[in-house]
Nanobody, 124 residues
């Protein structure tokens, strides 16, 4: 059984930075992609970032240039550094893992494992 556990959410003011972390544990696990999605109330789950096994990183349009993703394959962790946060970034952020490189890295249905989510709230 694989578990993903997020940490680092919270309440910040607009313009601030915040870093989320996610650790995978359980059986031997080497996902091809590890990444982040977010979901705001009343909205669909949105792709934020994905990092592949070799460190290649991909971003959603709404966060490109403000957010950075990083991955440690030895520790099985993925982090999300969020800079210049805006009120519209308010959402529950979910860590996710995709075991293969087939299909789309930006589609939530393609991911095999999910964390429980961590709340990020940005006040104006």
């Amino acid at each position: 059984q694989v578990q993903l556990v997020e940490s680092g959410g919270g309440l910040v003011h607009a313009g601030a930075s915040l870093e989320l972390s996610c650790k995978a544990s359980g059986r031997a696990f080497t996902p091809y992609f590890m990444g982040w999605f977010r979901q705001a109330p009343g909205k669909e789950r949105e792709f934020v970032t994905a990092v592949n096994w070799s460190g290649g990183t991909y971003f959603g349009d709404s966060v490109r240039g403000r957010f950075a993703g990083a991955r440690d394959n030895v520790k099985n962790t993925v982090s999300l550094l969020m800079n210049n946060l805006k009120p519209e970034d308010t959402a529950v952020y979910y860590c996710a893992a995709k075991t293969n490189d087939r299909g789309s890295y930006s589609t939530s249905a393609e991911y095999d494992y999910w964390g429980q989510g961590t709340q990020v709230t940005v006040s104006s």
